[in-house]
């Protein structure tokens, strides 16, 4: 079993910077990827970024340059960074880790980019 519990977000003018945090505990070490998920209103669920544990982190296209994940493995954290937000990144972000077949979820965080 794993657990996340996510912190961090809220409201930010377009052109400002928050982050997310998602602490891990349970089973860490059967954990092989981290992503981050964010769904905005009346839209389907994307992935924004994701990192296979020891590799290179993987970006979607409209957030590359802007988002940047940080692990800290001693932690069991796992942040993700957003810069220069644009109001498009509104919604709702979770944080999920895949661990021996099995995806588990953070219970999300409000992100909400005015502009």
Known sequence: QVRLVQSGGG????GGSLR???VVSGSTS??????WIRQAPG???EEVAAILWGGKPEYLD??????????DHAKNMW?????RLVPEDTGTYYCN???RGEIYWGE???VLVSS
Do not use: H, N, P, Y
């Open 11 to 14: 409201l930010v003018q377009a």
């Open 30 to 35: 059967t954990i092989g990827r981290m992503a």
């Open 43 to 45: 839209k389907e669920r």
């Open 79 to 83: 942040s993700l960074e957003m810069d």
């Open 97 to 99: 880790a895949w661990a």
């Open 62 to 71: 409209s957030v590359k340059g802007r988002f940047t994940i940080f692990e």
């Open 20 to 22: 997310l945090s998602c």
């Open 108 to 110: 999300g965080t409000l």
